[in-house]
């Protein structure tokens, strides 16, 4: 047997066997994690670029010919057009494009009013009757009172106002009317203001009073405005108006 004390000097030389086992033991968890990590790393890098990469073109290359031809602005170097001007300018417009003109808008009538304003006035002059100056039937009428007196005696005038549907260019007014006499007064203004602007036509009233504008007028509003009142066939002093019509 070898004696104690050297038996503790070899231990001591040669260590444990659990030493020497523990020592020789190769551990790959640390290489695991590594290249776990670069994977991960390298993952994330591809897939960035994949989400921000830009999308290829609708169709593909050739594709995006249709789409840039289909709204194409226009090319400056490309041959004139035969409908433009000698000089290469742009063509003039079709003047039957965009919003109508006044003058080629036919004045049309959308309602009419009474205008009988204060404070000789009392706006009654038959504002239920408007309508039948309008209505085409020349057997129905507007009609204001009856005065004793042509030009009233207590107001200087009566008025009757059509609306037409749009802005429109008025050269004639043509005025029906059951009697003779008196005086109108045309003007291209709101009823709300009668007796304002110029006076666009104005004399006697007969069966059928043709009035003739000084000047073709853009009108939304045209007033007749009474100045005298015609005498009716009873020989009261009244304006039987039938018929309103515009050209």
Known sequence: MVPPGEHEDFDTLIGSPVDVLTRKKFDPTPFV???????VVVGMFWAWNALTAPAPPIGGEDGMGDIVDSAAPEDPAAPEDPA???DGGEAPADEGEGAADP??????IASAQMIDPPPGGDNNEHPEAVDRAIDGDPATYWFTRTYRSPTYGMKPGVGYAV???EPATVTTVVLNVNGTGGNVEVRATDPSTPTEGEVLASGPLSAETVLTLSTPTEAQHIVLWFTELPQAADGGNRVELTEVRLS
């Open 33 to 39: 994690l590594l290249l776990l990590g670069i994977a």
């Open 103 to 108: 003058a080629t808008v036919v004045p049309t």
């Open 84 to 86: 433009a001007g000698e």
């Open 163 to 165: 609306t037409l549907t």
